[in-house]
């Protein structure tokens, strides 16, 4: 994914990044494979591997599935991958032809993953967590980073998985380090020192942040949700608990954003925050102007060949907690690998999937900047990202991910709009954090309905 477009859905801008969450006249051969009953070849089992072809393309499949065929000669793999996959295992899946095991990340164009959970016709996999992966000796969960396994890989609210989280994307406070070590300052930790900061860079006519647009507020939001409540008042956000946006933790998060886009923001963000402009608004902490914005991975790549201030040096920060020596939380885009229920070999899908993780296939990954959520992957990663992915490591620092609940589409009703794209509007005075807060509440009370809670 090299690319984050502002304001496109994430499907659109995901297959462009550099860490991806996960034609016609092929189509029908792509199908036929897909759709084929033959599931033995010569007394093997053949799985069929549905993945979506990223920015990482489709040879790292390629490899991994020939690393397992290897280890497990009585397993045969069909492998299709494409940039179109949901749209091309879409039409056999209605026909009752599934894969075994698809790699497609939620918040794609096409929907698919969300709509096979709410039919409840994803497998659940939670017991692939205790798996030992195949060649190794330790369980799957062993593997993972702690924070992986959570409201995005269990979106039932419950202890239950689902989905399982493939790659990872570290989104958060993208700064100029060098900048801030000119001048004699620290990477604030805390919301007070981080204010504290801003007052100081403004005397120098340096402004403490800007965003590209405020669509991008998805990921400041989640990390901030989380260490405002906790991680159960974060969920409860997300799934639309009834009244949750009237909460004192409500108020004081949108009360922290409210300060931060009134009194600390580059006075041209709101004007360069739209899809033609808003590399602007990242020009200007290349040149100097701001200290920090809403960013991810992907940065480095889109604004590869801009100009930018004498010695730059790329920065990451987690969002800044409200406590002394609270968690500091990053947002964490994930990808996913998952089963649909209607699968003819779950408990073959299921044994790749935990092959997946192991040491071989996430160093196939790994070459391709596809960074799978296993620990010790980070120190393996190009320089050039490593300092996105150490942030991880800082302490008192923890992963978060996952997304507003998917539910029946309220006519006039748009969580996200109401929370990120209203930063505009409070950022220019045109909403007040009242404003802000009851329409927020009134959308997710709506959505709380519809959800049948």
Known sequence: MGLRPPLLTK???RSKKIVAIVGAGAMM??????GSTNSSDGGKVTLKFAA???GYGVDMYKKVVAAY???NPNVKIDLQASKKIADEITPGMKAGNYPDIIELGQGTESGLTETMLKDKAVEDVT???DMKVPGESKTVKEKLVDGMIGLY????????TYLMPMYYSPSGLVYNKTLLDQNGWKVPTTWDEFFKLGDEAKAKGISLFTYPTAGYFDAFLNALLSDVGGEEFYTNVMTYKKDIWKTPEAKETLSLVQKLVTKYLNPNTVGYANGQDFTKNQQSVLDGKSLFMPNGTWIVNEMKDAPRTDGFEWGFAPVPTTKEGGTRYINTTIEATWIPKKAKHIDEAKKFMAFLYSDTAADIFNKTGAVQPIKGMTDKVDSTMKVFYDAYNEENVKAVAGSFSATVAVEGKNIKDDLYIAVDSVASGKKSLADWQNALNDTSN?????AGK
Do not use: H, I, W
């Open 69 to 71: 065929e290897k280890l």
């Open 153 to 160: 890989t269990n979106p039932y609210g419950d202890d239950q």
């Open 127 to 129: 017991d692939v967590l």
């Open 11 to 13: 499907g659109t801008r």
């Open 52 to 54: 979506f072809e990223g």
């Open 29 to 34: 051969a792509s199908m036929a494979a897909c």
């Open 446 to 450: 709506a959505l709380n309905a519809a």
